[in-house]
């Protein structure tokens, strides 16, 4: 089982930046990629970024192509989520997720654990 803590959420106002933060429990070994999720009130989730557990392979989402930017810091089994010129459509809930079969994926469904989100709001 692999538990998953985000933090880093808060309130900016747009053009603004954040960093978001997930750390991982231990069994990351079994992980073979995180991704970032965002849900906004009465809109389906969506996908942010993914990013592969153990090499650099990272994708993004058009909507934040650009000014978002994935990382990961294995000895502290944490993923990051370093979002800058924030705009309103960006508020949302965040999640990080962890996918443990052996493929890239942008789709909710295929990944195995979920954090319990972090709120970001962009004000206008």
């Known amino acids: 089982q692999v538990q998953l803590v985000e933090s880093g959420g808060g309130l900016v106002q747009a053009g603004g930046s954040l960093r978001l933060s997930c750390a991982a429990s231990a069994r990351t070994f079994s992980i073979y990629a995180m991704g970032w999720f965002r849900q906004a009130p009465g809109k389906e989730r969506e996908f942010v970024a993914a990013?592969?557990?153990?090499?650099?392979?990272?994708t993004y989402a058009d909507s934040v192509k650009g000014r978002f930017t994935a990382s990961r810091d294995n000895s502290k089994n944490t993923v990051y989520l370093q979002m800058n010129s924030l705009k309103p459509e960006d508020t949302a809930v965040y999640h990080c997720?962890?996918?443990?079969?052996?493929?890239?994926?942008?789709?909710?469904?295929?990944?195995?654990?979920w954090g319990q989100g972090t709120q970001v709001t962009v004000s206008s």
């Open positions: 990013i592969k557990w153990t090499a650099g392979w990272i």
């Open positions: 997720a962890a996918k443990r079969s052996v493929a890239m994926s942008t789709r909710s469904e295929e990944y195995d654990y």
